[in-house]
């Protein structure tokens, strides 16, 4: 039987978590499954925290993370051909059943999809679920009417995954772009990669109590969640939009209903696993023709799969600028 090297994430006996580099064994096909060979994967905030074995996120151990996979098809009955570049997407990839970090992954075929055409295999893992849900949120805020001339957009995590693409996303599109972060050490990335202007997180968050703020935003993209969507929501200008991704910042949403009843502010919830087929599809396609982004590759670092426990701690510390690509095959 061939073994193939993962990152494997278990509970010991005396209850502490180990994550080591393993060789397992790859186990026959199961009918109904599709085998693909993994050529990349990418490391996602979401990844390092199954790696550390996170409840909220591995569903169970031993586990293998990894919610992005890029490869091609080796193996079992698939509406796509053997040798067929394709994207792995579902919502228990990586943290309910064993997900990237391998070389093999067998999945349902209902969890495939093709690599759109424009894209490579480095592009589409290097864009993965963090590009996907930074077009999701521009999108958005497209779909329900921001312009560039709804004035200025903020975005905040700006030096993570999601937020780097929403900035070059929205500067393509022609939008003035803040960026938020707590790393002014990147600030002349960030004006390469498209903003406008760069900011300290702690300019975003106003922790006082009033109901509504100096309207100031014409749209945003936050990936942070917590006081600094709070702060957002209330400096919003009128019939402005934010679209909300994560909650690094905090899950508790404090505000009252003024800035949607008194400026008609919305706020658009994004959730990039619960996606239906033919709007993942859409999207990506999307992506790879009028949204396409220049140069993705170059916000790769690619490692191979012994570096992942460095990678993984230093995306834990918030140091991370750009991309890790786990190169498997």
């Not at 490391?43 to 199954?50: P, R, S, W």
């Not at 396609?285 to 799969?305: H, P, T, Y």
Request: with cysteine; glycine share 12%; aromatic share 6%.
């Amino acid at each position: 039987m061939t073994n193939q090297k993962v990152l494997q994430v278990e509970k010991l006996p005396d209850g502490s978590i180990r994550r080591s580099i393993c060789e397992r064994p790859l186990s026959p096909l199961q009918d109904g499954f599709v085998r693909v060979r993994v050529a990349y994967s990418a490391l996602n905030f979401k990844d390092a925290l199954a790696a550390t074995g996170n409840p909220g996120v591995a569903k169970h151990l031993p586990l293998v993370p990894g919610i992005d996979a890029v490869g091609e098809i080796v193996e079992g009955e698939s509406r796509f051909s053997t040798g067929q570049s394709v994207m792995v997407a579902h919502p228990d990839f990586g943290t309910a059943v064993d997900g990237g970090f391998a070389r093999f992954v067998d999945v349902p075929d209902t969890w495939l999809y093709q690599v759109p055409e424009g894209l490579s295999n480095l592009d589409a893992v290097t864009l993965g679920t963090a590009g996907f849900t930074a077009a999701q949120c521009v999108e958005g805020l497209v779909k329900a009417g921001i312009s560039p001339d709804s004035g200025d957009i903020v975005v905040t995590g700006a030096t993570g995954g999601v937020g780097i693409f929403a900035v070059m996303y929205l500067k393509q599109l022609g939008f003035s772009v803040v960026a938020s972060t707590g790393k002014l050490i990147r600030e002349a990335e960030l004006k390469r990669l498209g903003a406008a202007r760069v900011v300290h997180r702690d300019e975003i968050i106003d922790e006082s109590t009033r109901p509504l703020l100096t309207a100031k935003w014409g749209g945003a993209v936050d990936t942070v969640g917590g006081k600094t969507l709070s702060s957002i929501i209330r400096s919003t200008k009128p019939h402005c939009v934010v679209t909300a991704c994560g909650l690094v910042g905090g899950h508790e949403l404090n505000l009252t209903v003024y800035p949607f009843i008194l400026r008609g502010v919305s706020l658009i919830g994004i959730d990039s696993a619960l996606v239906s087929a033919a709007d993942r599809t859409a999207l990506w396609n999307k992506m790879s023709k009028e949204w396409r982004l220049g140069d993705v590759e170059s916000l790769a670092n690619v490692i191979e799969i012994e570096g992942l426990e460095n990678a993984i701690e230093t995306i834990l510390q918030g140091q991370v600028f750009g991309r890790y690509v786990i190169k498997l095959s």
